[in-house]
């Protein structure tokens, strides 16, 4: 059986993160067994934890006040909780390898289109820059939705080694897998010019079939194996071709877990094109990506996305710095199962409904589904019917109360032009 990853968590495979400011590194998370890896914290990321940066009355900002404040919360920076815990165990494996790798874990999540998309050569019509994917502040800037957005500005600043890990944010569908806020961990390797001596003046598909550029998967391929093995025990990998814009050639890889393949990452010979935007053409390297909440909800076998927000101690209590355990449910309340149907205008975006019922109902909405589509073709409009599950995990609810919410939805949905049935 194949359970696929996040998309996010895939289509974030270069590792990149974006840094403008200009503040000094500090060395603060240094194992002390290795001299193998440094922390360069650009500033706390309580720094980032005030709404008013992400709220305003421009025109294009389309950030709604339950996103902004869930930025700097610092969730992977946390040693006991299960995203900061998996942060720390991948920290730990590149501090054993020969490479010294520079750790930037509390960038700024404002970034320009330019980081976020043009230096990762993600075309101006892609879905992902629209702005029902992302949460934009203005026309050029937004909340960072992966990463990579900061590789080019770290590669351009002469660093050749480096790790990058953070909070993301995209508007998406709502299940137990996803949510608008979630973290990445990346990683970039330029290899020494000597290295690739070989192939100087090579590019396209003469670069692609050199020996160097072999070498250089190779290297990545090796490298992703060992930290499976680090994270899951020695486990069964294949790996299997696939296509990025920031990589070529790209790759899948897959682990096989308690006797089921995952999607786990995806990575990557890093574009010529991105080094040369980067003012790093002279160079060549890999780079990979992962989601930190995907691993999580694996290894500690944690079912719901919406508990790593949560500040239920219930929840917290069961995690310690440094070990891996099994979450214990408790408690499972009662769902409250609510249905709204209505006919879609020309150019509907499903992601815009899911926001607004978020935005109503914050973590109480556990899923928003599809459950029926049809299209009247006397009328030639398509209606669609959507399920919506309500609920808490900490208590539970009330049919009164899920009702109110229930009838701001339907009040407010008109707002996308949408005709309730």
Known sequence: MKIS??????????????????????????????TAILSATVEEAATYADPSRYLSDHPKNNVPPHIAALVGRGLHTRPDHPIGIIRA???????????????YDAEDPIVTTKQCFDDLRIAPDHPGRSSSDTYYL????????????????????????FL?????????????????????????KLFPKDDMAGADGLSGEEWEKSAEC??????????????????????????SEDYFPFTTPSYELEIKYEGEW???????????????????????GWAFGLGLERLAMILFEIPDIRLFWTDDNRFHSQFKEGQITKFKSYSKYPPVLKDIAFWIPEGFEEN?????????????????????????????????????TYRSMDR???????DALQDELRERIVDLGVEVR
């Open 352 to 388: 815009d409904f899911f926001e607004l019922g978020r935005g109503i109902a914050g973590d109480l909405v556990e899923r928003m589904e599809l459950i029926d589509e049809f299209t009247n073709p006397k009328k030639g409009k398509t209606s669609k019917c959507y399920r919506i």
């Open 5 to 34: 990853a996040t998309a996010l968590a895939l289509a974030s495979l270069t590792g990149l993160c974006y840094s403008f400011t200009t503040n000094t590194a500090s060395l603060n998370t240094r194992p002390a067994s290795s």
């Open 89 to 103: 165990k991948i920290q730990e494996y590149f501090a054993s390898l020969p490479d010294e790798y520079i750790v």
């Open 396 to 402: 539970s609810l009330t049919n009164e109360e899920i």
């Open 138 to 161: 203005d026309e050029e800037t937004l909340l960072r939705t992966h990463t990579s957005a900061h590789q080019s500005e770290h590669l351009r600043s002469g660093v050749d080694c």
């Open 164 to 188: 990058c890990a953070g909070d993301v944010y995209r508007r998406d569908e709502i299940d137990s897998s996803h949510y608008p806020a979630f973290h990445q961990l990346e990683a970039v």
């Open 262 to 284: 995952l999607e786990v990452l995806g990575c990557g010979v890093v574009h010529e094109e991105v080094l040369e935007m980067a003012d790093r053409a002279d160079r060549r």
């Open 214 to 239: 072999k070498v250089i998967a190779d290297d990545l391929k090796n490298v992703l194996e060992g930290l499976m093995d680090h994270l899951f025990g020695e486990t069964e990998k294949k790996w």
